[in-house]
C-alpha cells in the first residue's frame, strides 16, 4: 500500500514578489528558476546565438532583480519579464545591426538554377536575391523577424501571433511595414531592371 502525500503548495508569482518587496531577495531564485528557460527561448529565438542568448538572458535577470522592487503587479511577472527580454533583443540588434536575423545567404549556388534555368535568368535572381539580403537591415528586429517566420519558415499569421505571443493584427501591422520598406528599398532596383 502506497502513500500519498499531500501536494506541495507552490507559491505563485504573485506571493514570491510580494515576499521579495517584503525583503526576502533570496526567493528571486524561485523565479528565475521558474522563468528562465522560457525567457532564454524567446531570446535565442530572435538572436539566433546560443552564446549572446545566455548573456541576455542573465542581462534580463538581472534588469528584473534591480527593478523588482517598484514592480507594481498589474501585469503578469512574465509578461514583464517577457517585455524586458524583447527590449533587450532590439538593444541588441541595433548593437548588431550588421548581423541579420535570416540566417541566409544571398541566393548563388542553387543547383537547380544552374542546370535547368537559362543563365540570365539565374543572373538576374542571383542579383534579385543579393539585393533582398541586403535591404533586409533596413527592417526593424520586429519586422524581420514576422518576415522571416513568414517567408522562410512559412508560417501562418496566426501561428506567428502565437509564436511571439502577439495578436494577429500586431503581426499583420509589422509584415505590411516589412513590406512597404522592401519595396522602397527595391524600387531602384526593379527600375533599373525594366
Known sequence: MSISLPPVDTPSDTDLIARFQAGESDVFDLLYRRHRDRIHNVILYVVSNPDDALDLTQEVFLKAYEGLANFKRVSQFYSWLYRIAINRCIDYMRRQSARLVLNHEPFVDDEFCTRYVHPCVALEREEFYRRLHDALPALTPC????????????????????????????????????????????????????
Open 143 to 194: 519586422q524581420r523577424t514576422v518576415f522571416d517566420l513568414r517567408y522562410n519558415e512559412e508560417l501562418s499569421l496566426k501561428a506567428i501571433a502565437r509564436r511571439l505571443e502577439r495578436s494577429t493584427g500586431t503581426v499583420k501591422a509589422h509584415l505590411f511595414h516589412a513590406h512597404r520598406t522592401l519595396h522602397h528599398q527595391l524600387l531602384r532596383y526593379f527600375q533599373c531592371a525594366l
